[in-house]
């Protein structure tokens, strides 16, 4: 797959205002086993096809290691094992989608494995709802709402708080 520049959709989003937690505005969708998520499109800096990934001694298993992007070294994330799914062989339809998070001081980028791509899809407020409550020891602050859309639900993230935490690398700090 080559890679794919999010520049003009990211102007586009850009011209109707930052998108805020849960409010409407463009997210690229992807899937997950059979689960389906989206993340804000200002969030994503691209898409890439699978490339070879170091992997690095010491991290917890779901930092699958880092990729020698255009020269520049960035860590990478299994989102299915991030989110306890459960790993499965890559296949051409896998993609590393590389997103700039917010992390203590700065921003890093970051990229995410995930199945698939599907696509950019304008969500409109009336479309989300709130994350349901799962139980007083269960914490879904990392999911921003959830998206009707036709029969399904989309599963909309909150990046930062997905990548965030104290496994994950500072802007600072190598991986």
């Known amino acids: 797959m080559e890679t794919t520049r999010i520049g003009e959709l990211q102007k586009a989003n850009e ?3 930052k998108l805020l937690a849960g409010q409407e505005g463009k997210y690229l969708t992807f899937s997950l086993g059979k689960e389906e998520y989206g993340i804000g499109i200002l969030k994503v800096r691209e898409i890439n096809g699978m490339m070879p990934i170091t992997s690095v001694p010491r991290t917890p298993g779901f930092i699958k290691g880092v990729i020698n992007l255009r020269g ?3 860590p990478v994330v299994d989102l299915r094992l991030k989110f306890e799914i459960g790993a499965v062989d890559y296949t051409e339809r896998t993609c590393i989608i590389v997103v700039e998070m917010a992390n203590g001081t700065g921003t ?3 990229g995410i494995v995930v199945d698939s791509v599907s696509e950019v899809l304008n969500i409109k407020r009336s479309e989300i709802e709130e994350t349901p409550t799962f139980g007083a020891n269960l914490s879904a602050d990392y999911i921003l709402g959830m998206a009707k859309i036709g029969d399904g639900v989309k599963i909309l993230l909150d990046i930062d708080k997905v990548l965030g935490g104290a496994e994950m690398p500072a802007p600072d700090q190598p991986v």
């Open 72 to 74: 520049k070294v960035i």
């Open 108 to 110: 890093i980028q970051m």
């Open 15 to 17: 011209k109707d205002g």
